[in-house]
């Protein structure tokens, strides 16, 4: 889907849903497409399906889906007659699988990457630092799994260590099959943010921001900071982009 004032498209949403479900339809979605005309942006929802238990997971990127991904992207953009999309920076958002696959392709291919969310994908695996600079939301509900929930936050704790640029979200009373509507509504907040830094007029390359330009929560006390007054373990706190979202972030928990 697409804006009918689709040559001021900047940027690519990507919506996917979770293990093997159909999420094709989220570009239908008018909360979403209302958003996407505002940011100037394009929709490519995605359903992704593991054939067999024995092949590979498509949760993970670089084992087929990322290069999927792009493949469709440019085919749709050929056939509408609009090239150009497929060379955009894209934000990823992702429920369950969808939520792992998007913090996988920030690694896949990190160049193209603004922003990635990822609700409650507890299956995500080491990235190393390749997406060490792309801003990541990673949500767990308060009633889920408490082996994903784990999963979740040592990932983001792990990367925030050497400087990663994520963030963990705590929905309260949500368990795994919970409703994401107010995870979303955060989500698009994150987005707008992320590509309000990152993006560069007239062209297709992505800001890179340093640690030391965010704000920083405290993932107990929610309380928000901006990196330089934040006296608490650096490491330890989630990063979030600036101090309009860190507002945000922190009331979403309280």
Not at 5 to 30: C, F, P, Q, R, W
Not at 36 to 52: D, Y
Request: proline share 2%; aromatic share 10%; net charge negative.
């Amino acid at each position: 889907w697409f804006p009918e004032a689709v040559e001021g498209t900047k940027l690519i949403l990507v919506l996917s849903h979770s293990y093997n479900s159909n999420g094709l339809g989220m570009a239908d979605s008018k909360i979403w497409q209302d958003y996407a005309t505002a940011e100037h942006m394009a929709i490519l929802s995605v359903h992704f399906k593991n054939l067999t238990d024995s092949g590979g997971y498509y949760g993970l990127a670089n084992e087929g889906s990322g290069k999927a991904l792009l493949e469709a992207l440019t085919v749709l953009s050929n056939k509408h007659e609009h090239g150009f999309l497929a060379e955009l920076p894209m934000v990823l958002r992702g429920y369950s699988a969808g939520g792992v696959f998007s913090h996988s392709f920030s690694s896949f291919l990190p160049r193209r990457v603004i922003a990635f969310a990822n609700i409650r994908g507890g299956s995500v695996q080491d990235s190393g630092e390749e997406n060490i600079n792309i801003p990541g939301l990673m949500f767990y509900g308060e009633l889920d799994n408490q082996g994903r929930n784990d999963r979740i936050k040592e990932v983001v704790v792990d990367k925030r260590s050497v400087g990663g640029q994520g963030a963990v979200v705590q929905e309260s009373q949500v368990d795994h099959f919970g409703s994401s509507e107010k995870a979303d509504a955060l989500i698009r907040e994150f987005f707008s943010s992320c590509a309000r830094k990152r993006l560069t007029e007239g062209s297709n390359e992505l800001m890179t921001l340093s640690e030391e330009q965010g704000w920083l929560g405290n993932n107990s006390t929610y309380e928000v900071k901006s990196f330089d007054q934040y006296a608490q373990e650096k490491e330890h706190a989630s990063w979030l982009v600036d101090s309009d979202f860190a507002r945000l972030w922190s009331d979403f928990q309280k």
